[in-house]
Protein backbone atom coordinates (compact mmCIF):
# COMPACT_ATOMS: atom_id res chain seq x y z
CA UNK A 1 0.00 0.00 0.00
CA UNK A 2 1.23 3.94 -0.82
CA UNK A 3 0.37 5.18 2.77
CA UNK A 4 2.93 7.48 4.03
CA UNK A 5 6.04 6.65 1.77
CA UNK A 6 8.94 9.18 3.09
CA UNK A 7 12.60 8.69 4.09
CA UNK A 8 11.47 7.00 7.09
CA UNK A 9 11.41 4.12 5.74
CA UNK A 10 12.97 1.70 2.47
CA UNK A 11 12.18 3.42 -0.66
CA UNK A 12 13.37 1.49 -3.87
CA UNK A 13 16.59 4.02 -4.82
CA UNK A 14 14.78 3.96 -8.87
CA UNK A 15 12.01 5.54 -7.48
CA UNK A 16 13.97 9.06 -6.24
CA UNK A 17 17.77 8.59 -7.05
CA UNK A 18 17.55 6.61 -10.40
CA UNK A 19 15.63 7.07 -13.38
CA UNK A 20 13.72 10.32 -14.91
CA UNK A 21 10.47 11.80 -13.31
CA UNK A 22 9.19 10.55 -17.21
CA UNK A 23 9.84 6.95 -17.23
CA UNK A 24 8.94 7.38 -13.08
CA UNK A 25 5.90 8.51 -14.80
CA UNK A 26 5.24 5.62 -17.33
CA UNK A 27 5.76 3.23 -14.02
CA UNK A 28 3.79 4.73 -11.61
CA UNK A 29 0.51 3.49 -9.93
CA UNK A 30 -1.40 6.26 -11.52
CA UNK A 31 -0.71 6.07 -15.07
CA UNK A 32 -1.16 1.82 -14.77
CA UNK A 33 -4.72 2.54 -13.27
CA UNK A 34 -5.45 5.25 -15.83
CA UNK A 35 -4.07 2.84 -18.50
CA UNK A 36 -6.73 0.40 -17.40
CA UNK A 37 -9.70 2.63 -17.32
CA UNK A 38 -8.35 3.35 -21.11
CA UNK A 39 -8.68 0.17 -21.78
CA UNK A 40 -12.22 -0.52 -19.26
CA UNK A 41 -13.39 2.58 -21.86
CA UNK A 42 -12.33 1.06 -25.28
CA UNK A 43 -13.93 -2.27 -23.98
CA UNK A 44 -16.93 -0.05 -23.14
CA UNK A 45 -17.22 1.48 -26.74
CA UNK A 46 -16.44 -1.74 -28.90
CA UNK A 47 -19.36 -3.73 -26.45
CA UNK A 48 -21.86 -0.34 -27.45
CA UNK A 49 -20.66 -1.00 -31.20
CA UNK A 50 -22.30 -4.30 -30.36
CA UNK A 51 -25.13 -3.53 -28.73
CA UNK A 52 -24.44 -3.89 -25.18
CA UNK A 53 -23.51 -1.21 -23.51
CA UNK A 54 -26.18 1.77 -23.79
CA UNK A 55 -24.64 5.44 -24.52
CA UNK A 56 -25.31 6.96 -21.35
CA UNK A 57 -23.38 4.24 -19.62
CA UNK A 58 -20.77 5.17 -22.09
CA UNK A 59 -20.75 8.38 -21.36
CA UNK A 60 -20.71 7.57 -17.83
CA UNK A 61 -17.60 5.87 -18.44
CA UNK A 62 -16.01 8.59 -20.71
CA UNK A 63 -16.30 11.15 -17.41
CA UNK A 64 -15.11 9.71 -14.90
CA UNK A 65 -11.81 7.55 -16.78
CA UNK A 66 -9.52 10.03 -15.34
CA UNK A 67 -10.38 10.30 -11.69
CA UNK A 68 -8.09 7.56 -10.33
CA UNK A 69 -8.17 7.55 -6.64
CA UNK A 70 -5.46 5.24 -5.15
CA UNK A 71 -6.49 5.78 -1.45
CA UNK A 72 -10.24 4.74 -2.27
CA UNK A 73 -8.94 1.58 -4.32
CA UNK A 74 -6.11 0.28 -1.66
CA UNK A 75 -8.75 0.34 1.02
CA UNK A 76 -11.27 -2.20 -1.04
CA UNK A 77 -8.04 -3.74 -1.73
CA UNK A 78 -7.46 -4.39 1.72
CA UNK A 79 -10.64 -6.44 2.21
CA UNK A 80 -10.35 -8.17 -0.83
CA UNK A 81 -6.98 -8.80 -1.94
CA UNK A 82 -7.47 -8.14 -5.61
CA UNK A 83 -5.95 -4.97 -6.83
CA UNK A 84 -7.55 -4.94 -10.48
CA UNK A 85 -10.96 -5.65 -9.11
CA UNK A 86 -10.29 -2.92 -6.05
CA UNK A 87 -9.77 -0.28 -9.17
CA UNK A 88 -12.71 -2.51 -10.71
CA UNK A 89 -15.14 -1.14 -7.91
CA UNK A 90 -13.62 2.27 -7.16
CA UNK A 91 -14.40 2.98 -10.62
CA UNK A 92 -17.99 1.79 -10.58
CA UNK A 93 -18.83 3.93 -7.49
CA UNK A 94 -17.64 7.01 -9.77
CA UNK A 95 -20.15 5.87 -12.24
CA UNK A 96 -23.69 5.29 -10.76
CA UNK A 97 -25.11 4.99 -14.39
CA UNK A 98 -22.45 2.70 -16.60
CA UNK A 99 -20.53 1.31 -13.75
CA UNK A 100 -22.00 -1.93 -13.90
CA UNK A 101 -20.70 -2.25 -17.32
CA UNK A 102 -16.53 -2.34 -16.52
CA UNK A 103 -15.13 -5.35 -17.56
CA UNK A 104 -17.43 -6.89 -19.37
CA UNK A 105 -16.71 -10.15 -20.40
CA UNK A 106 -12.98 -9.49 -19.74
CA UNK A 107 -10.30 -11.22 -17.17
CA UNK A 108 -7.89 -9.32 -15.01
CA UNK A 109 -5.22 -10.20 -17.73
CA UNK A 110 -7.35 -8.61 -20.76
CA UNK A 111 -6.67 -5.76 -19.09
CA UNK A 112 -3.39 -5.71 -17.32
CA UNK A 113 -1.34 -7.65 -19.91
CA UNK A 114 -2.49 -4.55 -22.50
CA UNK A 115 -1.89 -2.03 -20.38
CA UNK A 116 1.81 -3.38 -19.32
CA UNK A 117 2.43 -3.40 -23.11
CA UNK A 118 1.04 -0.15 -23.43
CA UNK A 119 3.69 0.94 -20.87
CA UNK A 120 6.67 -1.01 -22.21
CA UNK A 121 5.99 0.84 -25.11
CA UNK A 122 5.81 3.96 -24.00
CA UNK A 123 8.98 3.33 -21.64
CA UNK A 124 10.71 1.85 -24.88
CA UNK A 125 10.01 5.20 -26.49
CA UNK A 126 11.73 7.15 -23.87
CA UNK A 127 14.73 5.15 -24.06
CA UNK A 128 14.65 5.30 -27.85
CA UNK A 129 15.26 8.80 -27.70
CA UNK A 130 17.61 9.18 -24.74
CA UNK A 131 20.05 6.41 -27.05
CA UNK A 132 19.13 8.16 -30.34
CA UNK A 133 21.08 11.47 -28.13
CA UNK A 134 23.99 9.15 -27.00
CA UNK A 135 24.41 8.25 -30.44
CA UNK A 136 24.18 12.25 -31.47
CA UNK A 137 26.66 13.24 -29.24
CA UNK A 138 29.03 9.79 -30.33
CA UNK A 139 28.97 11.36 -33.71
CA UNK A 140 30.17 14.52 -33.20
CA UNK A 141 33.14 13.51 -31.09
CA UNK A 142 33.83 10.90 -33.67
CA UNK A 143 34.23 13.93 -36.59
CA UNK A 144 36.17 15.99 -34.26
CA UNK A 145 38.90 13.38 -33.03
CA UNK A 146 38.67 11.46 -36.27
CA UNK A 147 42.39 12.03 -37.31
CA UNK A 148 43.86 12.24 -33.55
CA UNK A 149 46.46 9.23 -33.33
CA UNK A 150 46.35 7.41 -29.88
CA UNK A 151 48.29 4.77 -28.89
CA UNK A 152 45.59 1.39 -28.88
CA UNK A 153 45.98 -1.39 -26.36
CA UNK A 154 45.18 -5.17 -26.79
CA UNK A 155 45.49 -7.16 -23.17
CA UNK A 156 45.67 -3.69 -21.31
CA UNK A 157 49.21 -3.22 -23.20
CA UNK A 158 50.30 -0.98 -25.94
CA UNK A 159 49.27 -2.48 -29.06
CA UNK A 160 49.32 0.16 -32.05
CA UNK A 161 47.93 3.46 -32.96
CA UNK A 162 44.60 4.01 -33.66
CA UNK A 163 42.03 7.15 -33.53
CA UNK A 164 40.49 8.59 -30.99
CA UNK A 165 37.88 9.13 -33.24
CA UNK A 166 38.12 5.28 -34.58
CA UNK A 167 38.21 4.03 -31.08
CA UNK A 168 34.74 5.92 -30.01
CA UNK A 169 33.26 4.75 -33.51
CA UNK A 170 33.49 1.21 -32.20
CA UNK A 171 31.36 2.25 -29.32
CA UNK A 172 29.18 3.58 -31.91
CA UNK A 173 28.52 0.44 -33.87
CA UNK A 174 27.84 -1.59 -30.67
CA UNK A 175 25.00 1.51 -29.65
CA UNK A 176 23.52 1.66 -33.17
CA UNK A 177 23.07 -1.86 -33.51
CA UNK A 178 21.12 -1.46 -30.26
CA UNK A 179 18.70 0.92 -31.45
CA UNK A 180 17.76 -1.12 -34.59
CA UNK A 181 17.55 -4.18 -32.15
CA UNK A 182 15.37 -1.72 -30.16
CA UNK A 183 13.32 -0.49 -33.49
CA UNK A 184 12.87 -3.78 -34.30
CA UNK A 185 10.83 -4.78 -31.28
CA UNK A 186 8.93 -1.67 -30.63
CA UNK A 187 7.69 -2.61 -34.42
CA UNK A 188 6.92 -5.56 -33.23
CA UNK A 189 5.24 -5.11 -29.95
CA UNK A 190 1.94 -6.89 -29.30
CA UNK A 191 -0.70 -7.05 -26.68
CA UNK A 192 -2.73 -9.80 -25.34
CA UNK A 193 -5.78 -8.49 -26.95
CA UNK A 194 -9.09 -9.79 -25.45
CA UNK A 195 -9.28 -13.55 -24.67
CA UNK A 196 -10.58 -14.31 -21.57
CA UNK A 197 -9.76 -16.60 -18.98
CA UNK A 198 -7.51 -19.33 -20.68
CA UNK A 199 -7.62 -17.61 -23.93
CA UNK A 200 -9.92 -18.83 -26.13
CA UNK A 201 -12.51 -15.80 -26.05
CA UNK A 202 -15.13 -18.15 -24.54
CA UNK A 203 -16.76 -15.52 -22.65
CA UNK A 204 -17.12 -13.10 -25.34
CA UNK A 205 -18.41 -15.68 -27.51
CA UNK A 206 -20.61 -16.07 -25.22
CA UNK A 207 -21.84 -12.14 -24.28
CA UNK A 208 -21.88 -11.33 -28.19
CA UNK A 209 -24.55 -14.17 -29.34
CA UNK A 210 -27.02 -12.81 -31.11
CA UNK A 211 -25.36 -9.45 -31.95
CA UNK A 212 -24.14 -10.60 -35.21
CA UNK A 213 -20.23 -9.90 -33.28
CA UNK A 214 -17.69 -12.26 -33.13
CA UNK A 215 -14.75 -12.24 -30.00
CA UNK A 216 -12.67 -11.64 -33.15
CA UNK A 217 -14.09 -8.61 -34.38
CA UNK A 218 -14.05 -7.23 -30.75
CA UNK A 219 -10.95 -7.41 -29.92
CA UNK A 220 -10.20 -5.79 -33.39
CA UNK A 221 -12.10 -3.18 -32.37
CA UNK A 222 -10.66 -2.66 -28.77
CA UNK A 223 -7.00 -3.34 -29.67
CA UNK A 224 -7.32 -0.39 -32.79
CA UNK A 225 -8.58 2.25 -30.14
CA UNK A 226 -5.20 1.16 -28.22
CA UNK A 227 -3.24 1.27 -31.53
CA UNK A 228 -1.80 -1.86 -30.41
CA UNK A 229 -1.51 -5.22 -32.18
CA UNK A 230 -2.63 -8.25 -30.60
CA UNK A 231 -0.94 -12.06 -30.54
CA UNK A 232 -3.14 -14.34 -32.62
CA UNK A 233 -2.87 -17.02 -29.68
CA UNK A 234 -2.19 -16.33 -26.65
CA UNK A 235 -3.48 -18.11 -22.72
CA UNK A 236 -4.55 -15.95 -20.22
CA UNK A 237 -1.65 -13.73 -20.34
CA UNK A 238 0.69 -12.96 -23.48
CA UNK A 239 3.87 -14.74 -24.02
CA UNK A 240 6.05 -13.75 -21.20
CA UNK A 241 8.70 -14.86 -23.92
CA UNK A 242 8.24 -11.23 -24.99
CA UNK A 243 8.89 -9.65 -21.62
CA UNK A 244 12.51 -11.52 -21.93
CA UNK A 245 12.82 -10.22 -25.31
CA UNK A 246 12.41 -6.77 -23.91
CA UNK A 247 14.54 -6.75 -21.48
CA UNK A 248 17.66 -8.17 -23.96
CA UNK A 249 17.39 -5.47 -25.25
CA UNK A 250 17.82 -3.44 -22.45
CA UNK A 251 20.62 -5.63 -21.19
CA UNK A 252 22.70 -4.97 -25.15
CA UNK A 253 22.39 -1.17 -24.60
CA UNK A 254 23.42 -1.46 -20.79
CA UNK A 255 26.33 -3.77 -21.72
CA UNK A 256 27.58 -1.24 -25.00
CA UNK A 257 27.14 1.14 -22.03
CA UNK A 258 29.56 -0.68 -19.64
CA UNK A 259 32.31 -1.12 -22.28
CA UNK A 260 32.13 2.61 -23.13
CA UNK A 261 32.28 3.53 -19.22
CA UNK A 262 34.64 1.22 -18.10
CA UNK A 263 37.36 2.11 -20.87
CA UNK A 264 37.42 5.79 -19.67
CA UNK A 265 37.38 4.56 -16.44
CA UNK A 266 40.80 3.07 -17.42
CA UNK A 267 41.72 5.87 -19.71
CA UNK A 268 41.30 7.82 -16.65
CA UNK A 269 43.78 6.07 -14.28
CA UNK A 270 47.11 8.43 -14.62
CA UNK A 271 49.50 6.12 -16.01
CA UNK A 272 47.42 6.58 -19.01
CA UNK A 273 45.68 9.74 -18.23
CA UNK A 274 44.45 10.37 -21.88
CA UNK A 275 40.05 10.20 -20.92
CA UNK A 276 38.43 11.79 -18.27
CA UNK A 277 34.73 12.46 -17.57
CA UNK A 278 33.29 15.84 -16.77
CA UNK A 279 34.58 16.92 -12.73
CA UNK A 280 32.74 19.96 -11.74
CA UNK A 281 34.74 23.32 -9.66
CA UNK A 282 32.75 22.02 -6.50
CA UNK A 283 32.57 18.38 -6.63
CA UNK A 284 34.20 16.50 -4.40
CA UNK A 285 36.13 13.46 -4.90
CA UNK A 286 36.73 11.34 -1.90
CA UNK A 287 36.25 12.16 1.76
CA UNK A 288 39.64 11.29 2.85
CA UNK A 289 41.32 12.14 -0.11
CA UNK A 290 41.02 15.81 -1.20
CA UNK A 291 43.21 15.61 -4.68
CA UNK A 292 40.70 12.57 -6.21
CA UNK A 293 38.92 13.23 -8.97
CA UNK A 294 37.43 9.77 -9.49
CA UNK A 295 35.49 8.48 -12.08
CA UNK A 296 31.98 8.48 -10.24
CA UNK A 297 29.73 8.34 -12.85
CA UNK A 298 31.04 6.03 -15.12
CA UNK A 299 31.29 3.90 -12.19
CA UNK A 300 27.57 4.34 -11.90
CA UNK A 301 27.30 3.34 -15.59
CA UNK A 302 28.67 0.61 -15.29
CA UNK A 303 27.15 -0.91 -11.83
CA UNK A 304 23.82 0.06 -12.89
CA UNK A 305 24.33 -1.85 -16.47
CA UNK A 306 25.54 -4.95 -14.33
CA UNK A 307 22.19 -4.71 -12.58
CA UNK A 308 20.56 -4.66 -15.75
CA UNK A 309 22.19 -7.64 -17.59
CA UNK A 310 20.87 -10.04 -14.64
CA UNK A 311 17.58 -9.04 -14.40
CA UNK A 312 16.55 -10.77 -18.00
CA UNK A 313 17.37 -14.38 -16.03
CA UNK A 314 14.38 -13.43 -14.35
CA UNK A 315 11.94 -13.29 -16.99
CA UNK A 316 13.21 -16.30 -18.86
CA UNK A 317 12.48 -18.33 -15.86
CA UNK A 318 8.94 -16.44 -16.19
CA UNK A 319 8.26 -17.69 -19.46
CA UNK A 320 9.82 -21.03 -19.24
CA UNK A 321 7.80 -21.65 -16.40
CA UNK A 322 4.58 -20.17 -17.07
CA UNK A 323 2.65 -23.90 -16.50
CA UNK A 324 -0.29 -24.98 -19.03
CA UNK A 325 -2.12 -21.68 -19.63
CA UNK A 326 -0.38 -19.41 -16.59
CA UNK A 327 0.54 -19.28 -12.93
CA UNK A 328 0.69 -16.27 -10.62
CA UNK A 329 4.36 -17.20 -10.16
CA UNK A 330 5.50 -14.15 -12.46
CA UNK A 331 3.35 -11.23 -11.55
CA UNK A 332 5.52 -10.35 -8.16
CA UNK A 333 8.72 -10.30 -9.96
CA UNK A 334 7.35 -8.16 -12.51
CA UNK A 335 6.12 -5.77 -10.62
CA UNK A 336 10.03 -4.94 -10.07
CA UNK A 337 11.87 -6.32 -13.05
CA UNK A 338 10.16 -4.08 -15.69
CA UNK A 339 10.11 -0.90 -14.00
CA UNK A 340 13.52 -1.16 -12.66
CA UNK A 341 14.96 -2.46 -15.66
CA UNK A 342 13.49 0.73 -17.74
CA UNK A 343 14.42 3.09 -15.05
CA UNK A 344 18.08 1.78 -14.75
CA UNK A 345 18.64 1.66 -18.29
CA UNK A 346 16.98 5.47 -18.37
CA UNK A 347 19.41 6.28 -15.82
CA UNK A 348 22.55 4.69 -17.50
CA UNK A 349 21.81 6.23 -20.85
CA UNK A 350 21.25 9.61 -19.19
CA UNK A 351 24.49 9.31 -17.17
CA UNK A 352 26.36 8.20 -20.77
CA UNK A 353 25.50 11.11 -22.51
CA UNK A 354 26.92 13.66 -20.07
CA UNK A 355 29.77 11.17 -20.14
CA UNK A 356 30.19 11.57 -24.32
CA UNK A 357 28.94 15.13 -24.47
CA UNK A 358 31.43 16.33 -21.93
CA UNK A 359 34.30 14.02 -22.66
CA UNK A 360 37.80 15.62 -21.35
CA UNK A 361 40.58 14.70 -23.74
CA UNK A 362 44.29 15.29 -22.44
CA UNK A 363 46.43 15.79 -25.15
CA UNK A 364 49.85 16.25 -23.89
CA UNK A 365 49.12 12.67 -22.08
CA UNK A 366 47.88 11.25 -25.38
CA UNK A 367 51.13 12.97 -27.00
CA UNK A 368 53.36 11.59 -24.26
CA UNK A 369 52.22 7.85 -24.26
CA UNK A 370 52.70 7.98 -28.36
CA UNK A 371 56.08 9.24 -27.76
CA UNK A 372 56.88 6.56 -25.17
CA UNK A 373 55.19 3.32 -27.06
CA UNK A 374 54.61 4.45 -30.30
CA UNK A 375 57.94 3.68 -31.82
CA UNK A 376 57.26 -0.03 -30.45
CA UNK A 377 54.26 -0.26 -32.66
CA UNK A 378 56.02 1.20 -35.64
CA UNK A 379 58.63 -1.66 -35.93
CA UNK A 380 56.43 -3.19 -37.74
CA UNK A 381 56.40 0.02 -40.53
CA UNK A 382 60.38 -0.70 -40.20
CA UNK A 383 60.21 -4.67 -40.43
CA UNK A 384 57.88 -3.94 -44.06
CA UNK A 385 59.89 -1.46 -45.26
CA UNK A 386 63.42 -3.57 -44.96
CA UNK A 387 61.61 -6.86 -46.35
CA UNK A 388 60.71 -4.81 -49.30
CA UNK A 389 64.29 -3.31 -49.73
CA UNK A 390 65.03 -7.11 -49.72
CA UNK A 391 65.81 -8.12 -46.34
CA UNK A 392 64.73 -11.66 -44.99
CA UNK A 393 61.65 -11.28 -42.99
CA UNK A 394 62.31 -13.93 -40.36
CA UNK A 395 65.82 -12.64 -39.21
CA UNK A 396 64.69 -8.72 -39.71
CA UNK A 397 61.91 -9.60 -37.13
CA UNK A 398 64.30 -11.01 -35.11
CA UNK A 399 66.44 -8.02 -35.13
CA UNK A 400 63.60 -5.55 -34.22
CA UNK A 401 62.49 -8.15 -31.28
CA UNK A 402 66.04 -8.00 -29.53
CA UNK A 403 66.21 -3.76 -29.74
CA UNK A 404 62.39 -3.96 -28.89
CA UNK A 405 62.82 -6.09 -25.73
CA UNK A 406 65.89 -4.01 -24.51
CA UNK A 407 64.26 -0.98 -25.29
CA UNK A 408 61.31 -1.91 -22.85
CA UNK A 409 63.23 -2.83 -20.37
CA UNK A 410 64.83 0.57 -20.08
CA UNK A 411 61.83 2.04 -19.72
CA UNK A 412 60.37 -0.16 -17.33
CA UNK A 413 63.73 1.16 -15.28
CA UNK A 414 62.31 4.65 -15.75
CA UNK A 415 65.18 5.57 -18.35
CA UNK A 416 63.94 7.43 -22.04
CA UNK A 417 63.36 5.13 -24.80
CA UNK A 418 66.44 4.44 -26.25
CA UNK A 419 64.59 2.41 -29.30
CA UNK A 420 64.99 5.24 -32.44
CA UNK A 421 68.81 5.68 -31.05
CA UNK A 422 69.76 1.46 -31.13
CA UNK A 423 67.67 1.12 -34.38
CA UNK A 424 68.92 4.11 -36.06
CA UNK A 425 72.80 2.82 -35.06
CA UNK A 426 72.25 -1.03 -36.06
CA UNK A 427 74.22 -1.38 -39.35
CA UNK A 428 71.51 -4.31 -40.31
CA UNK A 429 69.34 -1.63 -40.57
CA UNK A 430 71.28 1.47 -41.31
CA UNK A 431 72.83 0.15 -44.14
CA UNK A 432 69.80 -1.85 -45.95
CA UNK A 433 67.33 2.45 -45.02
CA UNK A 434 69.60 4.76 -43.75
CA UNK A 435 69.66 5.99 -39.88
CA UNK A 436 67.87 8.71 -40.48
CA UNK A 437 65.24 7.15 -42.60
CA UNK A 438 65.07 4.87 -39.83
CA UNK A 439 64.36 7.18 -37.36
CA UNK A 440 61.48 8.94 -39.61
CA UNK A 441 59.80 5.78 -40.28
CA UNK A 442 59.08 5.12 -35.93
CA UNK A 443 57.13 8.24 -36.27
CA UNK A 444 53.27 6.29 -35.56
CA UNK A 445 51.43 8.89 -35.94
CA UNK A 446 50.55 7.80 -39.30
CA UNK A 447 50.81 3.95 -38.61
CA UNK A 448 46.91 4.19 -38.37
CA UNK A 449 45.70 3.02 -41.79
CA UNK A 450 42.45 3.71 -43.03
CA UNK A 451 41.18 4.40 -39.30
CA UNK A 452 39.83 8.42 -40.01
CA UNK A 453 38.21 7.20 -43.02
CA UNK A 454 36.33 4.38 -40.97
CA UNK A 455 35.63 6.29 -38.49
CA UNK A 456 33.88 9.30 -40.32
CA UNK A 457 31.82 6.90 -42.36
CA UNK A 458 30.60 5.46 -39.51
CA UNK A 459 29.91 8.59 -37.98
CA UNK A 460 28.06 9.33 -41.75
CA UNK A 461 26.54 5.87 -41.52
CA UNK A 462 25.13 6.85 -37.80
CA UNK A 463 24.14 10.39 -39.04
CA UNK A 464 21.83 8.83 -41.53
CA UNK A 465 19.84 6.12 -39.67
CA UNK A 466 18.76 8.66 -37.45
CA UNK A 467 17.47 11.29 -39.96
CA UNK A 468 15.74 8.71 -41.77
CA UNK A 469 14.10 6.84 -38.59
CA UNK A 470 13.24 10.42 -36.13
CA UNK A 471 9.48 10.33 -35.72
CA UNK A 472 8.88 6.61 -36.87
CA UNK A 473 8.13 5.00 -33.50
CA UNK A 474 4.95 4.30 -32.56
Not at 167 to 187: F, K, M, S, V
Not at 210 to 228: F, N, S
Not at 389 to 416: K, S, T, Y
Amino acid sequence: MSEGFSHDQYLSPFSWRYGSAEMRHIWSEVNKRRLWRRIWVALAEAEARAGLVSEEELADLRRSQGRVDIERAEAIERDIRHDLMAEVRTYAEQCPIGGGKIHLGATSMDIEDNADVLRIREALILIRGRLATVLGSLSGQISSHADVACMGFTHIQPAEPTTIGYRLAQYAQDLLEDLRLLDYTLTGLRGKGLKGAVGTSASYERLLQGTGVTAAQLEAWVMEALALEAFPVATQTYPRKQDWQILNVLAGIAGSAHKLAFDLRLLQSPPIGEWSEPFGKRQVGSSAMPFKRNPITAESVCSLARYVAALPTVLWHDAANSLLERTLDDSANRRATLPDAFLATDHVLSSLDRLVAGLVINSAAVERNMAVYGPFAATEVILMEAVRAGADRQEMHEVLREHAMNAWAAIQAGQPNPLADTLAADPRLADLLGPDRVRSLLDADDHVGDAPQRARQLAHSLDIYLQTTAGEAP
